[in-house]
């Protein structure tokens, strides 16, 4: 594995690239083109540019996240071919520029959901934080303005303005996408793009819906292990994987992470780290869940707030996770996910510097321990 950070370039991050470059071991940075909207073209010189800023700072781009996918290709709308060429065309000019992985999601509408993005612990950090009844009070067309908490000055992708501005007529969108559709758009949109990811070897990592179920009425298809292994069947080729998020996957404590990280063998391109703390979980039926690791968690309205990386912090077994992609033999990029928000750091909610940094370090930790133990 080769261990990463996000950074959100020179204009939009507060962290900068000598600060990642000072967190040890992480050379390589993810990152995009920020103000490329979905469906643009992405040309060579663009992409020249950004990693020469990278290389200023004595690192380099291990992959992108994300190219993102636009409505039209998700609904299978009028621009769908026009977007997938622009998307093809991208990615030809990323291969040139010898970058191998690009991250990207098929959720519907919105990237990711919070009711919170400062539930202060006892501690006093921040983290962003889920519950279903707060979910459930949210009127997704007020989603920007009803989520709890700022961002800090900074605009966290996938809640820009301007997309929250249209939120009424993007849920108007996909008023008759159903999972099949969805599904059927996302084979389509593979089919197209495997040709130029086998020409310059470019693997697809798609990055899990999160939460893990339906929010709002929308689709999710990416979801579970079964959901997976039918996207991959679909479209069968090494290029066609997955980026392995242990926080997204991981809100449905029924996702056996360990074991889904065996399953997935070869197809990981990418993996997010991070740890949850579930408060309480509930199925739509009522009845009491048993998490992977073994605890009961108790029932009432779904709640999770992201914990610090460490195991003891949270719900899942971190341990488990990095041994089971240590076995799998997984060698891409990995990267701390969200972190909480410490030491008075003002930042992107979830992307400080402080908390990703100790994240990086222990998850190397782990894996320096668990290599070493099978010397
Ligand atoms: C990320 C996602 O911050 C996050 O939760 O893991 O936003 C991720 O970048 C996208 O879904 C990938 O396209
Ligand atoms: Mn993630």
Redesign the pocket.
Known sequence: MEMTLRWYGKEFDTVKLWQINQIPGVKGVITTLYDKAAGDLWTQDEIKKLKADVAEADMHISGI??V?ISDDIKIGGGKRDEHIDNYIKTLENLGKEDIHMV???F?PVF??TRSELARRRADGATVLAYNQKAVDAINPEDMFASINGDMNGTVM??WEPERMARVKELFEMYKDIDEDKLFANLVYFLEAIMPVCNKYDIKMAI?PD?PAWNVFGLPRIINNEKNIQRMMKAVDDVHNGV?F?S??YGTNPENDLPQMIRNLKGRIHFA?VRNLQFNSFQHEDGSQVTSWTGEKIPVGPADFEEACHLSSDGSFDMYEIVKALYDIGFDGPIRP??GRMIWDEKAMP??GLYDRALGACYIQGLWEAIEKSHR
């Open positions: 996240e994300s993102n991250c990207y999601n959720m990237d990711w992708p996938g990055h999160d980026t998020c926080g997204s997010h996910d969200h979830g992307y």
